[in-house]
C-alpha cells in the first residue's frame, strides 16, 4: 500500500519523524477514491489572508499535524486517521492529492521546523484563525482518547510559538483534558472568582465564541463555533450548580 512505502521511504530521508510524515502522505493518498464531492469547504478558508501561497496553508498544517502525531514517541493510528478523515473530507481528493504530493517533495528538502511554521503562519493568519487550529491539534491528540502530558507540552510550545495567550490555552485544553476546575478555565477565571466575575467571565466568552459572531459561510467554522459555545454554557451552567447562581 502506498502508506507503508511512504513511511518507509520517509524513514530513510529523515529517520523516525520521516516515516511518520511518508506514512500520513500515503495514507491519504490511498484513500482518495473515496467521493469527497460533497466536502464542506476548509475550516481556515474564510480566515486566511489572501497573501497566503496556494497549498502553502495546507502543507505546514500538516507539518504541524506531524509534529503533534509524533510528540509522545509513538505512532497512533487512530491520530493517523483522524487526520486524513479532516484532509479528505475538507479539501476533497484532487486538492488532497496535490497538498500531499507536494508535500512529499519539499520534506524530501527541509526539516520540519515548528518555529519556522508558526512564524509563517503568524504573519499571514489572524489571531482568530491560530485558536481554530490549536483546538484542532488538540482535537488530534485526544483522537486516541488521551491527552498525554508529552503531547500537551508540545502543543504548549506550539500555542507559544503561535502567539497565543495564556489563558486562550489553558481555555481550550479544558475543553480536551479533564480536571476538577476545567469549567473555571474554559471561561478563564479562577476558582476563587466572585459571582458577578463568573458572570461577567461567561458574557464575555459567550461573546467571544457565539455562533453569531462567526461571520462566514463556512459551515465548518460555523460548527466550530458551535461546539466552543456549548463548551462555555456547560461550564458557566457547571458553576451555577456548584455555587447556587441563578
Same mark, same amino acid.
Given at each position: 500500500m502506498i502508506k507503508w512505502a511512504g513511511a518507509i521511504i520517509g524513514f530513510f530521508i529523515r529517520g523516525l519523524g520521516g516515516a511518520i510524515l511518508g506514512f500520513l502522505a500515503g495514507s491519504f493518498l490511498d484513500g482518495l477514491g473515496g467521493d469527497t464531492s460533497r466536502?464542506?469547504?476548509s475550516v481556515f478558508d474564510d480566515l486566511t489572508r489572501k497573501n497566503v501561497s496556494p497549498a502553502d496553508f495546507e502543507l505546514n498544517l500538516l507539518s504541524l499535524c506531524s509534529i503533534v $502525531? !509524533?510528540?509522545d514517541g509513538q505512532v497512533s493510528q487512530r491520530e493517523l486517521d483522524y487526520v486524513r478523515q479532516y484532509f479528505l473530507s475538507t479539501y476533497g481528493k484532487e486538492k488532497a492529492n496535490a497538498i500531499f504530493r507536494t508535500f512529499n517533495d519539499? $520534506? !524530501?528538502?527541509?526539516?520540519v521546523s515548528a518555529q519556522?511554521?508558526?512564524?509563517?503562519?503568524?504573519?499571514?493568519?489572524?489571531?482568530?484563525v491560530r485558536l481554530q487550529l490549536l483546538h484542532f491539534l488538540f482535537g488530534i491528540a485526544q483522537a486516541d482518547g488521551n491527552v498525554s502530558k508529552p503531547e500537551v507540552n508540545k502543543l504548549r510550545e506550539l500555542a507559544g510559538y503561535l502567539r497565543i495567550g495564556q489563558r486562550d490555552f489553558d481555555s481550550i485544553m479544558a475543553m480536551f483534558v479533564k480536571a476538577a476546575?476545567?469549567?473555571y478555565k474554559i471561561l478563564e477565571i479562577s476558582k476563587g472568582a466572585t459571582d458577578d466575575e463568573v458572570k461577567k467571565a461567561y458574557r464575555n466568552m459567550a461573546k467571544k465564541y457565539h455562533p453569531d459572531k462567526v461571520i462566514t459561510e463556512n459551515e465548518a467554522i460555523k460548527r466550530g463555533a458551535e461546539e466552543k459555545f456549548k463548551e462555555v454554557q456547560k461550564a458557566y451552567e457547571v458553576i451555577q450548580q456548584e455555587r447556587g447562581i441563578t
Open positions: 466536502r464542506p469547504r $502525531i !509524533k510528540a519539499v $520534506i !524530501k528538502k527541509r526539516e519556522r511554521i508558526c512564524n509563517y503562519l503568524n504573519q499571514r493568519t489572524r489571531y482568530e476546575d476545567n469549567a
